[in-house]
Nanobody
């Protein structure tokens, strides 16, 4: 059994910052890629950023230069530092990870955390 638990969402004014965290726990042998997606009302879920075990990162064009993804492999945790937030960043943010358990490689999702950017 694997769980991904997000934290750090909330309400912030335009131009502000938030830091999201996502901790994986359970029957984990190793974690490959970890990442963040978001889904705004009426829109499809989209990739925000992801990071491989060795540190290679990828970002959506809309967040490049404003968001930074990082991970602490010892803590099985991924972070998303979000700066210069805009109203269009408002969404539910979901953590995801490709995790090796004793069964096989599986893809797991967190429950989501709301980020609202509004004055």
């Amino acid at each position: 059994q694997v769980q991904l638990v997000e934290s750090g969402g909330g309400l912030v004014q335009p131009g502000g910052s938030l830091r999201l965290s996502c901790a994986a726990s359970g029957n984990i042998f190793s974690i490959n890629a970890m990442g963040w997606y978001r889904q705004a009302p009426g829109k499809q879920r989209e990739l925000v950023a992801n990071i491989r075990f060795v540190g290679e990162t990828r970002y959506a064009d809309s967040v490049k230069g404003r968001f930074t993804i990082s991970r602490d492999n010892a803590k099985n945790t991924v972070y998303l530092q979000m700066n210069s937030l805009k109203p269009e960043d408002t969404a539910v943010y979901y953590c995801d990870a490709d995790i090796y358990t004793d069964q096989a490689l599986g893809h797991f999702w967190g429950q989501g955390t709301q980020v609202t950017v509004s004055s």
